[in-house]
T-cell receptor, first 114, second 117 residues
Framework: DAKTTQPPSMDCAEGRAANLPCNHS???????VYWYRQIHSQGPQYIIH???NNETNEMASLIITEDRKSSTLILPHATLRDTAVYYC???????????????FGTGTLLAVQP | DTGVSQNPRHKITKRGQNVTFRCDPI?????LYWYRQTLGQGPEFLTY????????KSRLLSDRFSAERPKGSFSTLEIQRTEQGDSAMYLC???????????????FGEGSRLTVL
């Protein structure tokens, strides 16, 4: 699986959009971009994933560049409860022959300020 | 659906003792994963099961570690002769392979924190 690079920390004001970048320049054509977050003392939680099109769900939006070498996770209106470590993970698609394990880096600690 | 359940949530033990952690996955999830997480680091993959078969083990899983999933439901992770370096959070996750709505999402429990004195 391709390696990802994320800034170690970011701040965001409550109510503003949080934009978390991720570089994955060695991504392969069959690899998806997954985002998870981990709130203190809890297990990681799935947020969103995508292959090449932008994706949106009730939690966030995922913008993937046309060359797929980077992506941005957007939390449109950050709240204090969004303070967490956010992990960007690149992984092959979910199919029977694959382990489907996630390889975590150190992520980005997002601190939402009141 | 009560989510992934892990027990105990906290365990303090003396070096050299054996400890066992239990994970109850989401019912009908056929895949189960164990991870270890130390302070300031992301979770590290240890092993995973598909049903009762253990299909992959990380090099991190030394001979002192053993995991089982005897009936393809709950799983146990045992650490024998614990060392101070084993102090960490042990996370369990489950997922469903197959089905119409299948994102490959892993559902994590809240973890079992081990402290070895």
């Amino acid at each position: 699986d391709a390696k990802t690079t994320q800034p170690p920390s970011m701040d965001c004001a409550e109510g503003r959009a949080a934009n978390l970048p991720c570089n994955h320049s060695t991504i392969s054509g069959n690899e998806y971009v997954y985002w998870y977050r981990q709130i203190h003392s809890q297990g990681p939680q799935y947020i969103i994933h995508g292959l090449k099109n932008n994706e949106t769900n009730e939690m966030a939006s995922l913008i993937i560049t046309e060359d797929r070498k980077s992506s941005t996770l957007i939390l449109p209106h950050a709240t204090l409860r969004d303070t967490a470590v956010y992990y960007c993970i690149v992984r092959v698609g979910h199919y029977g022959g694959a382990t489907n394990k996630l390889i975590f880096g150190t992520g980005t600690l997002l601190a939402v300020q009141p | 659906d009560t989510g992934v359940s892990q027990n105990p949530r906290h365990k303090i033990t003396k070096r050299g003792q054996n400890v066992t952690f239990r994970c109850d996955p989401i019912s009908e999830h056929n895949r189960l994963y164990w991870y270890r997480q130390t302070l300031g680091q992301g979770p590290e993959f240890l092993t995973y099961f598909q049903n009762e078969a253990q299909l992959e083990k990380s090099r991190l899983l030394s001979d002192r570690f053993s995991a089982e999933r005897p009936k393809g439901s709950f799983s146990t992770l045992e650490i024998q002769r614990t060392e101070q370096g084993d102090s960490a959070m042990y996370l369990c996750a489950s997922s469903l392979l197959g089905g119409q709505v299948n994102t490959g999402e892993l559902f994590f429990g809240e973890g079992s924190r081990l402290t070895v004195l």
